[in-house]
């Protein structure tokens, strides 16, 4: 089992930028693909950005890809999520997540994520 620690998130408005980091102990952090994923009030968590184990292959929803990216340091045992030009359609609570399987490929099924950190929260205002 991966554990998993989110921080940065905070009050924003909007056009701002924000930097969630996830801080990762456990198992051998380098071998998992990990995702971000965010649940707004009232929906369902859903997927943001995942990132293969070294850092390869990147995917993001569509509504973030030209305004997040994800990282990560496997040095740090930490993946990074650069928030830019914040929305107030932003604001949910992040998620952290590593995949449940070792040396497997990122995914944005939730199901494929076995460890989930307690989250952060963003708001951005308008």
């Known amino acids: 089992q991966v554990q998993l620690v989110e921080s940065g998130g905070g009050l924003v408005q909007a056009g701002d930028s924000l930097r969630l980091s996830c801080a990762a102990s456990g198992r051998t952090f380098s071998n998992y693909a990990m995702g971000w994923f965010r649940q707004a009030p009232g929906k369902e968590r859903e997927f943001v950005a995942t990132i293969s184990r070294l850092s390869t292959s990147v995917y993001y929803e569509d509504s973030v890809k030209d305004r997040f990216t994800i990282s990560r340091d496997n040095a740090k045992n930490a993946v990074y999520l650069q928030m830019n030009s914040l929305t107030p359609e932003d604001t949910a609570v992040y998620y952290c997540?590593?995949?449940?399987?070792?040396?497997?490929?990122?995914?944005?099924?939730?199901?494929?994520?076995?460890?989930w950190g307690q989250g952060t929260q963003v708001t951005v205002s308008s």
């Open positions: 997540a590593a995949h449940r399987t070792p040396y497997r490929s990122p995914t944005s099924r939730q199901a494929d994520f076995g460890s």
